[in-house]
């Protein structure tokens, strides 16, 4: 992993703390086109209650609406947090190309667990269970412990 993909997953984690600090669960997610531009980024706004409002969902939207298959196909969805199955599908149905993630959807469970909080309503299926045909890349333990601070933070247990 070069220093520009490392830098993408920082914004991720910078993403996901904004997330923390507007009081959402910390996830943060960046779009990144074939030649390396930026074209979207987001993070989770569950808060407001619709917990459907995750960032990877948010950018496979954004990518069906915006961008040629061809390009979709091309780009990179960069995340702090492993895709859940409902994003796991968008980004197969809308046909996105490689995932790189920080932290993986197993190491939410173990860390969740720790924190006492209840089970997810959706099984945290690995991204290519759902879609197997995505390229997937993480965790990335370098900067995994700072994905694994927000949730602590998320969780009252600075
Ligand atoms: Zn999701």
């Given amino acids: 992993?070069?220093?520009?993909?490392?830098?993408?997953?920082?914004?991720?984690?910078?993403?996901?703390?904004?997330?923390?600090?507007?009081?959402?669960?910390?996830?943060?997610?960046?779009?990144?086109?074939?030649?390396?531009?930026?074209?979207?980024?987001d993070h989770n706004r569950v808060a407001g209650g619709d917990r459907t409002r995750h960032p990877e969902f948010e950018l496979a939207r954004w990518a069906a609406a915006n961008m040629s298959p061809a390009a979709r196909a091309q780009a990179t969805v960069?995340?702090?947090?492993?895709?859940?199955?409902?994003?796991?599908?968008?980004?197969?149905?809308?046909?996105?190309?490689?995932?790189?993630?920080?932290?993986?959807?197993?190491?939410?469970?173990?860390?969740?667990?720790?924190?006492?909080?209840?089970?997810?309503?959706?099984r945290p299926l690995p991204i290519q269970e759902v879609a197997p045909g995505v390229l997937v890349e993480g965790p990335v333990p370098a900067l995994a412990e700072q994905v694994h601070d927000l949730h602590r933070r998320f969780h009252g247990t600075r």
Avoid: K
Wanted: net charge negative; charged share 15%.
């Fill in 78 to 122: 960069y995340t702090s947090g492993e895709h859940c199955p409902m994003c796991a599908a968008a980004h197969g149905w809308v046909g996105l190309g490689r995932i790189v993630y920080v932290s993986s959807s197993a190491q939410l469970v173990t860390w969740l667990t720790e924190l006492g909080v209840p089970p997810p309503p959706v």
């Fill in 1 to 41: 992993m070069d220093e520009s993909e490392l830098c993408h997953l920082r914004r991720c984690i910078e993403l996901a703390g904004e997330a923390l600090d507007q009081g959402d669960e910390p996830f943060g997610s960046v779009l990144v086109a074939a030649d390396g531009t930026v074209l979207a980024e």
